[in-house]
């Protein structure tokens, strides 16, 4: 799986002039199971966000979410995925850029395609893509609280 993201990411200069920090094919690609493949473009460790420095925040180490800050991640998923049924601490925001895919939650699916958004609130779900092309999904994953039922929390797992 060739994932291929070009990111773009702007800063200043020391007389605050609006500069381009970032233009590059992102390198940091890893893949936690067979058929899916991740890029991390940027993250923060606090919200609100910290925009001063010139590090590269796409280089720190992070899980799948940070429990105060936020990770912009793409993901490409292959035909026949291998199946990874998770939950987050995080709201996690996603725009399907091209493709289709079908989101399993506990007792239900929906299906996926490109252009359509996804609002994930602390669920188990797993992504299947059975398709015959991959499926590539940007996600903005924010640090919240656990999601609780019943007034017990349901822990991040997977």
Known sequence: ????????????????????RFDEISDNIVSGRPGQAGCVIWT??????????NEDAARR????????G???RV???APGVTPRNHRTDSIDYAVVISGEIDMALDDT?????????LVQRG??????N??????????????????????????ATG
Not at 1 to 20: E, F, N, W, Y
Not at 123 to 128: E, L, P, S, Y
Request: aromatic residues 4%; hydrophobic residues 40%.
């Open 1 to 20: 799986m060739a994932l291929a993201i070009r990111r773009v990411v702007t800063g200043h200069d020391p007389q605050g002039k609006s500069v381009v």
């Open 109 to 117: 699916e929906v299906h996926l395609k490109a252009g359509d958004v």
């Open 44 to 53: 923060t460790e606090s919200v609100p966000a910290d925009n001063d420095g």
């Open 61 to 68: 180490a992070v899980g799948t979410s940070l429990d105060a």
């Open 123 to 128: 669920t188990i779900h797993n992504w299947i």
């Open 70 to 72: 936020t990770v912009f």
């Open 75 to 77: 993901v490409e998923y």
């Open 130 to 155: 059975r398709g015959t092309e991959p499926c590539r999904i940007a996600f903005v994953l924010v640090g919240a609280k656990p999601a609780t039922a019943g007034g017990k929390p349901l822990a």
